[in-house]
Nanobody, 117 residues
Framework: VQLQASGGGLVQAGGSLRLSCTASGTIFSFNMGWYRQAPGKQRELVATMASGGTTTYADSVKGRFTISRDDAKNSVYLQMNVLKPEDTAVYYC?????????????WGQGTLVTVSS
């Protein structure tokens, strides 16, 4: 599956952005997630939503970010509110699933989010 992320941009601290990720095929069997990588840092988990709807969030974004998915549109979203300068990073969409006892991960190209203070 190919993933196309969009929605990044420049926003002031306290503002909001909504990221979108659209897959080239059906996502109903995939766990979907958003990860981010800031300059000089490792990629980290931001939020995930399992195929059954269970969500997980990094502590740093709890209460500010919300992940959602629309399987009919093969899409996953990340609503980001009360953005902080430390949220500045390239955000990557991820799709993962277990198949034949092996885990498969797929990544989008990333979309840059810059939060100014």
């Amino acid at each position: 599956v190919q993933l196309q992320a969009s929605g990044g941009g420049l926003v002031q601290a306290g503002g909001s952005l909504r990221l979108s990720c659209t897959a080239s095929g059906t996502i109903f069997s995939f766990n979907m997630g958003w990860y981010r990588q800031a300059p000089g840092k490792q990629r980290e988990l931001v939020a995930t939503m399992a195929s059954g709807g269970t969500t997980t969030y990094a502590d740093s974004v709890k209460g500010r970010f919300t992940i959602s998915r629309d399987d009919a549109k093969n899409s996953v979203y990340l609503q980001m509110n009360v953005l902080k300068p430390e949220d500045t990073a390239v955000y990557y969409c991820n799709a993962g699933r277990l198949r034949n006892m092996r885990w498969y991960d797929y990544w989008g190209q990333g979309t840059l989010v810059t939060v100014s203070s």
